[in-house]
């Protein structure tokens, strides 16, 4: 997707109908709060591509303060204006995802050193490389990328097995066809978390769990000494140290996705008589 035409369109009616597009400036980014910043790698290529000079002060990942800058450029106003709105939108965005992102994993390490925050496909289609680039920004890391790079067996796969004796054939199948790879199984009560780690299972998704039965989960790490527990199912920045407390190796959500965008302040001027020569 071109993110400048989307926004830019063929011509800027504004800055064209002033006639100030060539008159010399600069543009500045800061947070009105702070923040974890994510998004300079998109923003670069939009200000290079509009032709301005710039100069980011911040990289992704950083804890920036309130009015902060982050990004410096200059240029002729029609670059300038065309670079702003999406170049803004683009840091508040990621830098939200990443933020609340970076407020989970201290919560959860906060009870747990050892914990994961990783996140889901439930991305909004078309954005997935934006809001999982914004999540590892704020030290989570993708649960799965897609179908293609893990393998995750729920029930919705277990309805086309016809009965145990297949369901332990078509397990057997998988794990010595992909044997490089952990076998991931979505359990929703104690009895099936101790069934599939029974048949070999690598990791226990545990979904939508109380903290008692998830608890009751960890603890089959005791018997299956390989195992590896998650919880999963409505689980965000409220709720999560409550999870943690209950000993599981990672969380698995989605709440960073539908994270409050974070307000970046834009300010603009006019080069002073002489400054950009």
């Given amino acids: 997707m071109d993110l400048l035409f989307e926004d830019g369109g063929y011509f800027d009616l504004t800055t064209s109908g002033l006639e100030i597009g060539g008159k010399e400036g600069f543009m500045s980014f800061a947070p009105k709060s702070e923040i974890i910043l994510s ?3 998109e923003v670069q290529k939009i200000v290079k591509k509009c032709g301005l000079k710039y100069r980011f002060l911040k990289k992704n990942g950083d804890t920036v303060a309130k009015d902060e800058a982050i990004l410096e450029c200059s240029g002729n106003a029609k670059s300038l204006h065309h670079a702003w709105k999406i170049s803004q939108n683009i ?6 995802i ?6 989970m994993l201290q919560l959860a390490k906060a009870i747990n050193p050892d914990i ?3 996140t889901t496909r439930k991305n909004f289609p078309g954005s997935k490389e934006l809001m999982l680039k914004a999540v590892m920004d704020g030290g989570g890391t993708p649960h799965r990328l897609g179908l293609y790079d893990s393998i995750l067996i729920f029930e919705q796969h277990l309805a086309f097995l016809s009965d145990k004796q297949e369901l332990e054939r078509s397990f057997k199948t998988i794990k010595k066809k992909f044997i490089e790879k952990k076998i991931t199984v979505e359990v929703k009560n104690l009895e099936d978390a101790r069934y599939f780690a029974s048949l070999g299972a690598d990791i226990l998704q545990c979904e939508k769990m109380d903290f008692e039965m998830l608890k ?3 603890a089959l790490k005791k018997e299956f000494k390989n195992i590896t527990v998650s919880a999963t199912g409505g689980i965000n920045a409220k709720n999560i140290s409550e999870f943690a407390k209950t000993g ?8 960073p996705y539908h994270a409050k965008p974070l307000d970046i302040k834009v300010q603009m001027r006019a080069a002073l008589k002489g400054e950009c020569r």
């Fill in 98 to 103: 990443a933020t609340y992102t970076d407020k």
């Fill in 39 to 41: 998004g300079c790698d």
């Fill in 216 to 218: 009751e989960c960890v």
């Fill in 116 to 118: 994961a925050i990783t």
């Fill in 248 to 255: 599981v190796d990672l969380i698995v959500t989605s709440s």
């Fill in 91 to 96: 840091f508040e965005y990621m830098s939200g």
